[in-house]
T-cell receptor, first 113, second 116 residues
Framework: GDSVTQMEGPVTLSEEAFLTINCTYT??????LFWYVQYPGEGLQLLLK?????DKGSNKGFEATYRKETTSFHLEKGSVQVSDSAVYFC????????????FGTGTLLAVQP | DARVTQTPRHKVTEMGQEVTMRCQPI?????VFWYRQTMMQGLELLAY????????DSGMPKDRFSAEMPDATLATLKIQPSEPRDSAVYFC??????????????FGEGSRLTVL
């Protein structure tokens, strides 16, 4: 079945460092891809999404590009802040009648001052 | 500020007791999801509803779990009897009818369940 694989954390960075969190997917169809973020004690929030190959999703300085040839959707940010410390989830949706979001295991990011 | 509301936020109970978790989706959202989050399994989809009708509950243990939407403003997830392995954070999420099947979900803050 469809699945998402994320790099394991925790990822520990200093403020203003460059961030990459890797995400690859397996899907039989042509999914939409998402990054959700979960801040401590809160529910998940949609960070960005992309619906077709070569689309770039972006929000709050984060970016991810839908790469069909490598089945990847890596999350990047040029300069992280302490406030970016959270768990980041990559997810896919098959966009079909099932309308299910399948999540990766999550990657904890800790940004130190 | 529209948001998904879940109650209780925390629940500690003993094995064998019944547990009911409630969710109020955002007004105008007609699709409601229940997810369970654990360290070992991550986020698992338990069930979801559209227009109050269950569309998929294949992720839910049928012998002890049940999910319902008595009306458009309330979704419930019940565990009876509860077991220690049910300890997890249970999230409710909703999706607007104006943008269906987009994967753009709004999550509540979760109900943290501990079964002793």
């Amino acid at each position: 079945g469809d699945s998402v694989t994320q790099m394991e954390g925790p990822v520990t960075l200093s403020e203003e460092a460059f961030l990459t969190i890797n995400c690859t997917y397996t899907a039989t169809g042509y999914p939409s891809l998402f990054w959700y973020v979960q801040y401590p004690g809160e529910g998940l929030q949609l960070l960005l999404k992309a619906t077709k190959a070569d689309d770039k999703g972006s929000n709050k300085g984060f970016e991810a590009t839908y790469r069909k040839e490598t089945t990847s959707f890596h999350l990047e940010k040029g300069s992280v802040q302490v406030s970016d410390s959270a768990v980041y989830f990559c997810a896919l949706s098959d966009r079909g009648a099932t309308n299910k979001l399948i999540f990766g295991t999550g990657t904890l990011l800790a940004v130190q001052p | 500020d529209a948001r998904v509301t879940q109650t209780p936020r925390h629940k500690v109970t003993e094995m064998g007791q019944e547990v009911t978790m409630r969710c109020q989706p955002i007004l105008g959202h007609n699709t409601v999801f229940w997810y369970r989050q654990t360290m070992m399994q991550g986020l698992e989809l338990l069930a979801y509803f559209r227009n109050r009708a269950p569309l998929d509950d294949s992720g839910m243990p049928k012998d002890r779990f049940s999910a319902e939407m008595p009306d458009a403003t309330l979704a419930t997830l019940k565990i009876q009897p509860s077991e220690p392995r049910d300890s997890a954070v249970y999230f409710c999420a909703s999706e607007t009818r104006d943008r269906p099947n987009t994967g753009e979900l709004f999550f509540g803050e979760g109900s943290r369940l501990t079964v002793l």
